[in-house]
């Protein structure tokens, strides 16, 4: 009976942590699209035609999946459009500016490229309308469907080709997408159709987030412990959830602590892309590293188990100065500017020893990383944006964005932060950022056609008024102020044996060496406190001597 007992106390626990394991992973057979669909879309008559053009595509879709459209228009992927409920801001990439290319405004046609929508081509886009949302850029799985860098988001239509040639960008040939094929071929999400535009956020491979590159797309298990494509092998969608196409985990407004637990359905707390979602508030093993679970409370997961990012052979982008845009352009040996057939400037484009560009006439100079130690903040998922219409201090650097947090902060925990550097334009009569008109391979007022910064931010600083982005046209003046922009580290989960070790943080010279506010054993010290602690060590041993040594004598004494 007795041992009846015990093996009921052994047992049941163990098979009710294997039934939260099953809820936790229960998706990740599918994750990897093995799972047979319930509809093969190949039957489909209304699929078997040709399509002139994607929206024709998504009339298709909807005949079957009528609300998809009505749901996906309620979403930040859609509306480019998020208010934040905390702060206030109106923010979203409609309306925020970065360090990267800087606005939206006046740059629709390249921008929205990477929009789930078809023709967001100026301020006048419907964004009411159903047949514009793009099912295909998402449900793809021939991976043949492009969107060129310039097409307001429409796919290829015919082969885009330059001196004969089929043009590549971002590794993939722009050829004429097959609407049918693709269309009779819809799936699941995967780390391929999200990274088409994750991945490649800022204009190139790796370059903005510095944790979200194509090496995500097959990596292995040193690169990310759950996207290991022999492994767990994670699509995006196993940890980002989504109800009625509303996906979690945006980084306008985060968890940075998460005190739920592990998700169970039913509960309230569904939808969550953290970690303890899934590993809980305790995640270490009780009798071997418990003390790491006191950890928890302050420091979070990421802060230890992500060492660095860009760690997969994809360089990202650490420093773009814009002030050094235009200085440098084709020239013959007297000196004078050679011009292309349109008549305009030709770039120089220049590489560092690495084969990274380093100078581009149309953008500036540039600096990339690979492995980059995170810098370290205290973090309580707030982000406060610097937006066009905020005044700055053109005498300090402007933070485009400011983590918010401290140790006091019963929300805040240690985070891991890409910091992005660089100088941007500004207006020297009002101190504010500035929008700049960057594309128009036609027009004679785009920085990267006619290399005219007056022009290029008239017309960027107006079409920011008109949306009412920016209070004040631009005034012809203008600088460049030193900027910084802050992206938390949440992917590249290394394997447990290469998270940091104590040492590395507990240490003068450790990873948290600048992160004040708070004592840290190990790091800090306080002189006069280790005095006293040297004189009571020193006392106590020359006591334990001077009574050893009396004992000695003592014994000496006594008679044999």
Same mark, same amino acid.
């Given at each position: 009976?007795?041992?009846?007992?015990?093996?009921?106390?052994?047992?049941?626990?163990?098979?009710?942590?294997?039934?939260?394991?099953?809820?936790?992973?229960?998706?990740?057979?599918?994750?990897?699209?093995?799972? *047979?669909?319930?509809?093969?879309?190949?039957?489909?008559?209304?699929?078997?035609?040709?399509?002139?053009?994607?929206?024709?595509?998504?009339?298709?879709?909807?005949?079957?999946?009528?609300?998809?459209?009505?749901?996906?228009?309620?979403?930040?992927?859609?509306?480019?459009?998020?208010?934040?409920?905390?702060?206030?801001?109106?923010?979203?990439?409609?309306?925020?500016?970065?360090?990267?290319?800087?606005?939206?405004?006046?740059?629709?046609?390249?921008?929205?490229?990477?929009?789930?929508? !078809?023709?967001?081509?100026?301020?006048?886009?419907?964004?009411?309308?159903?047949?514009?949302?793009?099912?295909?850029?998402?449900?793809?799985?021939?991976?043949? !469907?492009?969107?060129?860098?310039?097409?307001?988001?429409?796919?290829?239509?015919?082969?885009?080709?330059?001196?004969?040639?089929?043009?590549?960008?971002?590794?993939?040939?722009?050829? #004429?997408?097959?609407?049918?094929?693709?269309?009779?071929?819809?799936?699941?999400?995967?780390?391929?159709?999200?990274?088409?535009?994750?991945?490649? @956020?800022?204009?190139?491979?790796?370059?903005?987030?510095?944790?979200?590159? *194509?090496?995500?797309? #097959?990596?292995?298990?040193?690169?990310?412990?759950?996207?290991?494509?022999? +492994?767990?092998?994670?699509?995006?969608?196993?940890?980002?959830?989504?109800?009625?196409?509303?996906?979690?985990?945006?980084?306008?407004?985060?968890? #940075?602590?998460?005190?739920?637990?592990?998700?169970?359905?039913?509960?309230?707390?569904?939808?969550?892309?953290?970690?303890?979602?899934?590993?809980?508030?305790?995640?270490?093993?009780?009798?071997?590293?418990?003390?790491?679970?006191?950890?928890?409370?302050?420091?979070?997961?990421?802060?230890?188990?992500?060492?660095?990012?860009?760690?997969? +052979?994809?360089?990202?982008?650490?420093?773009?100065?814009?002030?050094?845009?235009?200085?440098?352009?084709?020239?013959?040996?007297?000196?004078?500017?050679?011009?292309?057939?349109?008549?305009?400037?030709?770039?120089?484009?220049?590489?560092?020893?690495?084969?990274?560009?380093?100078?581009?006439?149309?953008?500036?100079?540039?600096?990339?990383?690979?492995?980059?130690?995170?810098?370290?903040?205290?973090?309580?998922?707030?982000?406060? !944006?610097?937006?066009?219409?905020?005044?700055?201090?053109?005498?300090?650097?402007?933070?485009?964005?400011?983590?918010?947090?401290?140790?006091?902060?019963?929300?805040?925990?240690?985070?891991?932060?890409?910091?992005?550097?660089?100088?941007?334009?500004?207006?020297?009569?009002?101190?504010?950022?500035? #929008?700049?008109?960057?594309? @128009?391979?036609?027009?004679?007022?785009?920085?990267?056609?006619?290399?005219?910064?007056?022009?290029?931010?008239?017309?960027?600083?107006?079409?920011?008024?008109?949306?009412?982005?920016?209070?004040?046209?631009?005034?012809?003046?203008?600088?460049?102020?030193?900027?910084?922009?802050?992206?938390?580290?949440?992917?590249?989960?290394?394997?447990?044996?290469?998270?940091?070790?104590?040492?590395?943080?507990?240490?003068?010279?450790?990873?948290?060496?600048?992160? @004040?506010?708070?004592?840290?054993?190990?790091?800090?010290?306080?002189?006069?406190?280790?005095?006293? @602690?040297?004189?009571?060590?020193?006392?106590?041993?020359?006591?334990?001597?001077?009574?050893?040594?009396?004992?000695?004598?003592?014994?000496?004494?006594?008679?044999?």
């Amino acid at each position: 009976m007795r041992l009846r007992r015990h093996m009921r106390i052994i047992v049941f626990p163990v098979l009710i942590g294997l039934g939260l394991a099953g809820l936790c992973h229960a998706d990740l057979q599918t994750a990897g699209g093995d799972a *047979s669909s319930t509809a093969d879309h190949g039957a489909f008559k209304i699929l078997k035609r040709e399509f002139k053009t994607a929206p024709e595509v998504t009339e298709a879709c909807l005949s079957c999946h009528t609300e998809a459209a009505k749901q996906l228009h309620q979403t930040t992927h859609w509306t480019w459009e998020y208010k934040h409920p905390v702060t206030g801001q109106l923010l979203g990439k409609k309306h925020e500016i970065n360090v990267f290319c800087g606005s939206l405004r006046s740059n629709y046609q390249r921008c929205t490229s990477c929009h789930i929508g !078809y023709g967001w081509e100026d301020r006048d886009f419907d964004f009411s309308s159903e047949r514009n949302v793009d099912c295909l850029v998402c449900h793809d799985t021939t991976r043949t !469907y492009v969107k060129p860098s310039a097409a307001a988001g429409h796919p290829a239509y015919h082969d885009i080709t330059r001196d004969g040639e089929i043009v590549v960008e971002n590794d993939k040939p722009l050829r #004429a997408v097959d609407l049918a094929l693709v269309a009779q071929n819809v799936g699941r999400t995967s780390r391929f159709t999200c990274g088409n535009c994750h991945f490649y @956020g800022g204009g190139a491979d790796g370059v903005k987030h510095g944790d979200l590159d *194509s090496s995500l797309i #097959a990596p292995d298990k040193s690169l990310d412990v759950h996207m290991d494509a022999a +492994g767990l092998d994670f699509s995006c969608a196993t940890c980002h959830t989504a109800e009625a196409h509303d996906v979690a985990g945006s980084h306008y407004s985060m968890q #940075a602590r998460d005190e739920h637990g592990i998700d169970i359905p039913g509960r309230a707390y569904g939808g969550r892309a953290s970690c303890e979602s899934c590993h809980g508030t305790r995640p270490h093993p009780a009798n071997v590293n418990n003390k790491l679970n006191d950890h928890v409370n302050k420091v979070s997961c990421q802060a230890c188990h992500i060492p660095s990012f860009a760690r997969g +052979g994809v360089a990202t982008k650490t420093l773009w100065d814009w002030s050094q845009a235009t200085l440098k352009l084709k020239r013959d040996e007297a000196g004078e500017l050679v011009l292309n057939e349109q008549g305009r400037p030709i770039r120089v484009v220049e590489y560092d020893e690495h084969g990274h560009p380093s100078y581009m006439s149309h953008k500036g100079y540039f600096e990339h990383g690979e492995n980059v130690v995170p810098e370290y903040h205290w973090f309580d998922g707030q982000i406060r !944006y610097t937006l066009l219409d905020n005044e700055i201090d053109p005498t300090e650097t402007v933070s485009v964005n400011s983590i918010q947090g401290s140790y006091e902060d019963p929300d805040a925990r240690i985070w891991p932060f890409k910091r992005m550097v660089g100088k941007q334009p500004y207006d020297k009569q009002t101190n504010r950022l500035l #929008a700049t008109h960057v594309y @128009g391979p036609e027009d004679k007022t785009s920085l990267w056609s006619n290399y005219d910064w007056i022009k290029a931010l008239e017309v960027g600083q107006h079409e920011a008024v008109l949306t009412g982005e920016a209070g004040q046209e631009f005034s012809g003046e203008f600088g460049f102020v030193k900027n910084e922009m802050y992206w938390p580290i949440t992917h590249m989960v290394a394997p447990g044996k290469d998270a940091l070790n104590c040492a590395a943080c507990h240490a003068p010279d450790g990873r948290l060496a600048g992160l @004040g506010g708070f004592y840290m054993p190990g790091r800090d010290s306080f002189p006069w406190l280790d005095r006293i @602690g040297l004189i009571a060590v020193l006392g106590t041993l020359g006591g334990v001597l001077l009574h050893l040594l009396g004992r000695i004598l003592i014994s000496l004494r006594k008679p044999s």
